[in-house]
């Protein structure tokens, strides 16, 4: 298994971006399907966004219009650019990857190697 590094969270005011990074130890490559997931305190874990190697991807109602999932050229590392961001993003966000992914959209997607997480703080 090949667990995701995620990278790139940090504390911004409101109506500010972030862009967070996942990163494998090897390449991403081939079929797979990559997610992000947030949780904060007292509240359930939520995907935000999934992108899968077949061009598939899907953002939560929460974050549409302000987030953006995407892979590099090369596919070696994941991105999630959070724009607009409000408070209410405030959450650790972590990066999830389903290398057994063949068909269909983010629905197949079966995520089982986690990364460790990457603090986002959203200041008022």
């Known amino acids: 298994q090949v667990h995701p590094v995620e990278s790139g969270g940090g504390s911004v005011p409101a109506g500010g971006s972030l862009t967070l990074s996942c990163a494998a130890s090897?390449?991403?490559?081939?079929?797979?399907?990559i997610g992000w997931f947030r949780q904060s305190p007292g509240k359930e874990r939520e995907r935000v966004a999934s992108?899968?190697?077949?061009?598939?991807?899907e953002l939560a109602e929460s974050v549409e219009g302000r987030f953006k999932v995407f892979t590099d050229n090369d596919k070696t590392t994941g991105y999630l650019r959070m724009n607009n961001l409000n408070p209410e993003d405030t959450a650790r966000y972590y990066c999830?990857?389903?290398?057994?992914?063949?068909?269909?959209?983010?629905?197949?997607?079966?995520?089982?190697?986690w990364g460790q997480g990457t603090q986002v703080t959203v200041s008022s």
């Open positions: 992108i899968t190697s077949t061009a598939f991807f």
């Open positions: 999830a990857a389903d290398w057994n992914y063949r068909e269909g959209g983010v629905g197949a997607c079966r995520y089982t190697d």
């Open positions: 090897g390449e991403i490559s081939g079929r797979y399907c």
